[in-house]
Each structure stands twice: as structure tokens, then as C-alpha cells.
């Protein structure tokens, strides 16, 4: 899920998927569960094959802008791992975000930003499920971070840069696998 627009939630969302599809063979699909219409840009510049509900990019299976109703149909196509590209509105995504086996937030931590992932913090403190979730960013301010762990109690781990989510290094392939079990 992403605590705000534009913190690398869909790269990330990408990069796992790469990972699990190219680096482990698994049948992946990857919902868009947002308004961004990113996955519309990305069928447009990347796509190698269409389907009837989705588009397949290197082997992974891209939903667009799909409602919460099309999950159990999407489910039903025997994929072994479903990646949901939840939206920075936390309470529209709250239940399929709550029901996830992995409960990973993107937000930054940069001064300017910073206040979406406090109100993330807070939504997820209200219902208890701060602790079952792991903090990533892909910027560090060490005042906000500071911030973040007093107050939180919570440890926002460094996602590392990868220009191009579509093409996984070696020396990122350890740190997914770290994140996802």
C-alpha cells in the first residue's frame, strides 16, 4: 500500500512481481486497486501480450483499475501469488489491504511528504495493525526517521533504487527475497 502518490509503491509492486515471476517461476498477477491509471501507461509502452481482463508483461499478468468485486474472480485463475497495488486512500483499500498475507507500506520520508505516512501511521495504529507491517521508503531524512521511531515505535526500511523495476540486479534480488518472507 501506498502511504502517498508517487513514493515507488507501483515500482516496488513491479519489482516483486519480477521477482517471483522470472527469479522463482510463479504465476503472478498484479492489481492495480487505484485511480492512477499507471498500469494503462505501462500496457501502452511495455505490454507483450493482451488478454480479455488483463495484459502480461514479461510474464507477470497486469489488471487495470479493477474494482474490490473482481478480486475473487481473479483469484479463481490459480495464480500463486496476487500483488495488490493498493491506493494512497487508505479507506478505500483498507479491507483487501487488512486480508493481505504480507502487509508491506510504501511512503517517504522526506520532509515534504512526510505527513502522509504520519496519517498512515494513524490509520493503521487505530486498528491495531502497526506491527504487522513492514515500512518501506525510498528516501531517508534523518529527522523525519527520527520522528518516525519515537513517536511510532516503527522501523522504515530503505528500499534500493532499480532504475528499471522490469529488470531485477542480482543485488536486489536478496533484498525481496528478505521482504516478502
Known sequence: MG??????????????????TNGLGQKVALLELNRNNTYSKIRHMKCSK????????KGMDFYEIISYEDIPKIM??????????????????????LRSHKKIVVGSLSKWKAQ???NCFDNLQLLSEISACEFLS???DCEVFK?????????VNQIPFEQNPFYIGSNHMEWIRKIIN
Open 3 to 20: 502511504a502517498g502518490r508517487g513514493v515507488g509503491t507501483t515500482h516496488l509492486t513491479i519489482m516483486i512481481g519480477n521477482y517471483l
Open 50 to 57: 493482451v488478454r480479455k481482463a488483463c495484459f502480461e508483461v
Open 76 to 97: 479463481a485463475n490459480n495464480y500463486n501469488y496476487l500483488i495488490l497495488d493498493v491506493s494512497s486512500n487508505y479507506i478505500l483499500g483498507k479491507n483487501e489491504f
Open 116 to 118: 502522509e505516512y504520519f
Open 138 to 140: 525510498l528516501s531517508n
Open 147 to 155: 520522528i518516525v521511531k519515537e513517536k511510532y515505535r516503527v522501523q
